[in-house]
């Protein structure tokens, strides 16, 4: 196989797994102290203030152990996206998701898999053309060591994320308040909306504890790469004190951040399973065949 078409597939695979980190990664992590603060209204009373509605929704992403969820917008660098997802936290991660660039032709699907510490890309019958058949490229995110699984690997840092943590930014606005009440795929919700800086949320972070704010700055530095200093929030809190919906919009560096996550199911069994050995190229194997 010639350099070039190596190359080729290479650049591809990673420009798919960066697509992934922006799609679902700059989240919070699934924390056992996601921290969420009530800001001065009591949670037990049926009247709650928008801020403290959020702070409930927030919180209530603590005991999530398995998720399925929609994306769709636009990002800086990909433009239109649209993607599918399931996601296990506990007892170990795993991921799937088939996600589209709408505005990259043929070369815009993928599908991501997460599972026993290795993620792998899959380009279908186009990257097969171009891989003697195999159809999926294998980043074994063990062999890169513990800070792979943090995002040293491409898109490693979006695999151990919980995206319904993301919707934990409002916690940090100060103007959040009720737009109204919407229904989200049949569901009644009650619509919520703010903006927030990135540096009114670090600051909210104070009284976390270490893990949480660690791991919820990190999320922030995503943001900051991107060049976004504020976002303007909506959340959807269904009847569970949950979230069902958030969108996030933004101005960055490239242009427009404007995405939208509804989830479908909590807590419900998913599986992820390994594609096929003889439809996988390792990408390790394929690197040392470039460079010898």
Same mark, same amino acid.
């Given at each position: 196989?010639?350099?070039?078409?190596?190359?080729?597939?290479?650049?591809?695979?990673?420009g798919a797994a960066l697509a992934v980190l922006v799609l679902g990664g700059g989240v919070a992590g699934c924390?056992?102290?996601?921290?969420?603060?009530?800001?001065?209204?009591?949670?037990?009373?049926?009247?709650?203030?928008?801020?403290?509605?959020?702070?409930?929704?927030?919180?209530?992403?603590?005991?999530?152990?398995?998720?399925?969820?929609?994306?769709?917008?636009?990002?800086?660098?990909?433009?239109?996206?649209?993607?599918?997802?399931?996601?296990?936290?506990?007892?170990?991660?795993?991921?799937?998701?088939?996600?589209?660039?709408? &505005?990259?032709? %043929?070369? @815009?699907?993928?599908? $991501?898999?997460? !599972?026993?510490?290795?993620? *792998?890309? #899959?380009?279908?019958?186009?990257?097969?053309?171009?891989?003697?058949?195999?159809?999926?490229?294998?980043?074994?995110?063990?062999?890169?060591?513990?800070?792979?699984?943090?995002?040293?690997?491409p898109g490693a840092g979006a695999a151990d994320k919980n995206p319904a943590q993301e919707s934990t930014f409002?916690?940090?606005?100060? &103007?959040?308040? %009720?737009? @109204?009440?919407?229904? $989200?795929?049949? !569901?009644?919700?009650?619509? *919520?909306? #703010?903006?927030?800086?990135?540096?009114?949320?670090?600051?909210?972070?104070?009284?976390?504890?270490?893990?949480?704010?660690?791991?919820?700055?990190?999320?922030?530095?995503?943001?900051?790469?991107?060049?976004?200093?504020?976002?303007?929030?909506?959340?959807?809190?269904?009847?569970?004190?949950?979230?069902?919906?958030?969108?996030?919009?933004?101005?960055?560096?490239k242009g427009k951040l404007d995405m939208v996550i509804t989830f479908v199911d909590y807590n419900k069994p998913?599986?992820?399973?390994?594609?096929?050995?003889?439809?996988?190229?390792?990408?390790?194997?394929?690197?040392?065949?470039?460079?010898?």
């Open positions: 196989m010639k350099l070039s078409v190596r190359g080729s597939v290479r650049h591809r695979a990673t924390s056992e102290d996601s921290g969420a603060k009530d800001k001065g209204a009591d949670e037990s009373s049926p009247k709650m203030t928008p801020a403290a509605a959020v702070a409930k929704a927030a919180k209530n992403t603590e005991d999530i152990t398995s998720l399925s969820y929609r994306m769709r917008g636009t990002t800086p660098e990909e433009g239109r996206v649209q993607a599918e997802a399931q996601m296990r936290m506990k007892p170990d991660v795993a991921m799937s998701m088939k996600m589209t660039a709408l &505005d990259q032709g %043929k070369d @815009g699907t993928a599908e $991501i898999r997460l !599972v026993d510490k290795a993620m *792998y890309i #899959g380009g279908g019958a186009a990257a097969a053309k171009e891989m003697d058949g195999k159809s999926w490229i294998k980043f074994d995110l063990s062999a890169l060591g513990d800070d792979a699984m943090g995002g040293s690997a409002l916690t940090g606005s100060k &103007d959040v308040r %009720k737009v @109204g009440s919407e229904k $989200i795929d049949g !569901v009644e919700t009650t619509h *919520y909306q #703010g903006t927030v800086t990135l540096d009114q949320f670090r600051k909210s972070l104070k009284d976390e504890s270490k893990t949480t704010r660690e791991q919820r700055e990190k999320s922030l530095e995503q943001y900051e790469k991107m060049g976004v200093d504020e976002l303007t929030m909506d959340m959807w809190v269904d009847g569970d004190d949950r979230t069902k919906q958030f969108r996030m919009k933004g101005d960055a560096d998913v599986k992820v399973t390994a594609p096929p050995a003889k439809d996988t190229m390792d990408l390790a194997e394929m690197m040392g065949d470039i460079e010898s």
